[in-house]
């Protein structure tokens, strides 16, 4: 059975955060993406142009910390972090801190395909995509006023935001969006604590073979070229025979545990399933020591688990002869 799990980022993400039009615009963005992989499974297409497809959609819109809408570094850029993963072959690419490519998921392919390498970070990853004519956008392109304005409250406060936390605005959290269907504006919320980031997908294709991608723009405000999990294969992204796996929430904590490799340890070792595998690492192992988020997962079989421990996640999934579910909150 072919199958296709997404996610935007998971989080503080209260019911009361967003208006239906804010709500009904990131639905519209989830289920776009979702359609545009799994048309490509339906057809035919392996896994891994699946996961890449779908996440280049959720990079191309601004409403998600990944491509187009990436936050601001504390130096006012942007840096880029993804990875990608073929199951069955175990083959692997990832990028970290790239500034101009448009999609940073295909110059982590590039790096799987036309190199012996796993990781590349800026500027080589950058120099990588442009002699491989992959798009690349000069710095207007990743601007977007909301961003701009999480920056600023972060350096007012002299902290990083984890991943997406909106900036205070009541005035523009009550102001409905017009064309809910574009992504031309990115709501600003009222909740302070409120988070999302990385986004992600994985799949089973007709042949059985797995794939995971990750993308993301990281934290608003960070120093020193910081680096999360999601391009470090084992912790943010994974991908085998049994499971392929794609994380969001507070990186370092994904890191130290491994997350997305304890999974698959977990279903080879122990003998779990994936939902009982992924419970365990999402619940008992990463909650206990404060690593907020979550995952999503397909195993062998198609079958698609999407746990997490915040108060929500933007998530969605489609399997063969199914429909599809977006949802983002905790019981939606």
Known sequence: MF?????????TIARASLNPADEMRYRAALETALNTGYDLLRDGASALDCVEAAVRSLEDCPLFNAGRGAVFTHEGHHEMDAAIMAGHTRLAG????????????RAARLVMEKTEHVLLAYPGADELAREHDLPLQPTEYFFTQHRHDQLQEALREGRMRLDHSQAQDTDSAAAPLDEPE?????P???????????????????YGHLAAATSTGGMTNKRYARIGDTPIIGAGTWADTRCAISCTGHGEYFIRA??????????????????????????DKLAPDGGEGGLIGIDAAGNVTLPFN???????????????????????
């Not at 199958?3 to 989080?11: D, S």
């Not at 574009?182 to 990115?186: L, N, R, T």
């Not at 122990?270 to 619940?283: G, Q």
């Not at 063969?320 to 977006?326: D, I, K, S, Y």
């Open 3 to 11: 199958a296709l799990a997404i996610h935007g980022g998971a989080g």
């Open 94 to 105: 990832a990028v970290a801190g790239v500034r101009q490519v448009q999609n940073p998921i």
């Open 182 to 186: 574009k992504f031309s504006e990115v």
């Open 188 to 206: 600003v919320i009222a909740d302070p604590n409120w988070k999302k980031g990385t986004v992600g997908a994985v799949a089973r294709d007709v």
């Open 258 to 283: 491994v997350a997305a490799y304890d999974v698959a340890c977990l279903m080879e070792y122990k003998n779990l399933s994936l939902e009982e595998a992924c419970r365990i690492v999402v619940h």
């Open 310 to 332: 915040s108060e929500g996640m933007y998530r969605g999934s489609r399997s063969e002869g199914g429909g599809a579910m977006v949802a983002i909150y905790k019981f939606s």
